[in-house]
């Protein structure tokens, strides 16, 4: 069990490192059929790994300026009172449709990230320049610099979709971001990589209040494992961010999408089998 939790935080690390998001999407599979923890606990262990080794991976991004930290904090303030309410929903969802809910979620963040890749033009909420703002009456704009325009009308689409987030990962036991990150790119205009850093950002904090909330609803959560499962994320989120460094944004975008429906389809099969 200890070089199980290890290798499979090394893992979920990876993802994290690589795409800004998926550790919790790997991590929850993993602890379930790779550990045979059950899935409620398994939830948490997953929100207190992630969060510490998103943290990992966010400090030197922030150092370094691949954090948009405005739009991040108003993402995680609003994930962070979206997280006990989801973590409330998990207590009355079954643990097996809890799986299949999260297994479906992940198959539509997929494909939507995937569409993205193949067609830039899909409607995100954002728009680029003056010109196509009269046309498209988007949400949030971006000026020529790449600086979000944070209108009211943006503010609340952000807010909104950051207590989704919250939600979710409270729910589900993922951090978000999974669906941070192909929400920042499609709802804020913000450039893949600099989506990546911001989205670790929001991950700790989201993940900080999920944490918080399963442990106040009397769920149990294994401090040792959590530990381990940290420990493999480190070195997992060091190599991760190497390899994101080689890889243009499209590239990361489909990487991404395909590891996600790998891993729903294995959680669907085995959810419906068992």
Known sequence: MFGLAILFGCIVGFALGLTGGGGGVFAVPLLVYGMSIAPREAVGISLASVGGTALFGAVP?????????????????AG?????????????????????????????????????????????????????????????QRDEDGTLRLTSRCARLLVLVGLMTGVLSGLFGVGGGFVIVPALVLFSGMEIHRAVGTSLFVIVLVSVSGVASHLLSGNELSISTALLFTTGGFAGMWLGGIVAKRLEGPTLQKVFSIAVVLVATFVLVKSTVL
């Open 61 to 77: 991004r922030l150092i370094h300026g691949e954090v948009e930290l405005r739009t991040g904090l108003l993402f995680a303030i």
């Open 80 to 140: 962070m009172m979206g997280a006990p309410v989801g973590s409330y929903l998990s207590s009355l969802v079954p643990e097996t449709a809890l799986l299949l809910m999260f297994a479906v979620l992940m198959l539509v963040v997929a494909y939507r990230m995937w569409a993205k890749t193949k067609d830039p033009s899909i409607v995100s909420g954002v728009c680029n320049s003056e010109a196509s703002m009269e046309r498209d009456r988007s949400a949030c």
